[in-house]
């Protein structure tokens, strides 16, 4: 099993539309968690860090839910240029703090 | 500020043949990992940093060695490249690991 779990779509959306994303992870002492954004043939740039009690930035909204162990991703009024691979990170308590990625969930919005 | 820096950006080689991918930072983070990443199989670890002298290795370090002898950079070396060394690879770097990564423009590398 992986450490981190996601489906690879593709999603396929309509402009506008609200899409989630799940992302499950296995590590139960996994402590940090985050959402990155990969363009097709780009490097991932970190779109915005989870926490307990979820955040908010802009049309995206990420949650943590550590009881079942899985993080989600609220994209609300999709653009097209949000069509990219999204994936899903989670970081132990160590003291260099690993990370381990998922590997991804491609998001295609539609005109 | 130029961030993460890799070079070179693309690379072809010859079974056996070794090389040094370079890695640059110069936003001061303790941080620094290389990753590869392959179809289906997401990023993998290969070696990190946590400071300069202070490497280990990740989930596939076979076939790589890195030193860090400075905190700005973080070279890997592939020893003796095989077929399955064909990849494209992340350098990475953190202020502290839980604030998330900032990654280079990558190296695709393949090998014949």
């Known amino acids: 099993r992986k450490e981190v779990e996601q489906d690879p779509g593709p999603f396929n959306v309509p402009e506008g539309a609200t899409v989630a994303f799940n992302c499950t992870y296995s590590?139960?002492?996994?402590?940090?968690f985050f959402w990155y954004r990969q363009d097709c043939r780009k490097e991932p740039k970190l779109l915005m860090s989870?926490?307990?009690s979820g955040n908010e930035d802009g049309r995206f909204t990420a949650q943590l839910n550590r009881a079942s162990q899985y993080i989600s991703l609220l994209i609300r009024d999709s653009k097209l240029s949000d069509s990219a691979t999204y994936l899903c990170?989670?970081?132990?308590?160590?003291?260099?703090?690993?990370?381990?990625f998922g590997t991804g969930t491609k998001l295609q919005v539609i005109p | 500020n130029a961030g993460v820096t890799q070079t070179p950006k693309f690379q072809v080689l010859k079974t056996g043949q070794s090389m040094t991918l370079q890695c640059a930072q110069d936003?001061?983070?303790?941080?620094m990992s290389w990753y590869r990443q392959d179809p289906g199989m997401g990023l993998r670890l290969i070696h990190y940093?946590?400071?300069?002298?202070?490497?280990d290795q990740g989930e596939v370090p076979n076939g790589y060695n890195v030193s860090r002898s400075t905190t700005e950079d973080f070279p890997l070396r592939l020893l003796s490249a095989a077929p399955s060394q064909t990849s494209v690879y992340f350098c990475?770097?953190?202020?502290?690991?839980?604030?998330?990564?900032?990654f280079g423009s990558g190296t695709r590398l393949t090998v014949v």
């Open positions: 990475a770097s953190s202020l502290q690991g839980a604030r998330g990564y900032t």
């Open positions: 590590n139960s002492a996994s402590q940090s």
């Open positions: 989870v926490y307990s």
């Open positions: 990170v989670a970081g132990d308590s160590g003291g260099y703090q690993k990370v381990t």
């Open positions: 936003m001061n983070h303790e941080y």
């Open positions: 940093s946590v400071g300069a002298g202070i490497t």
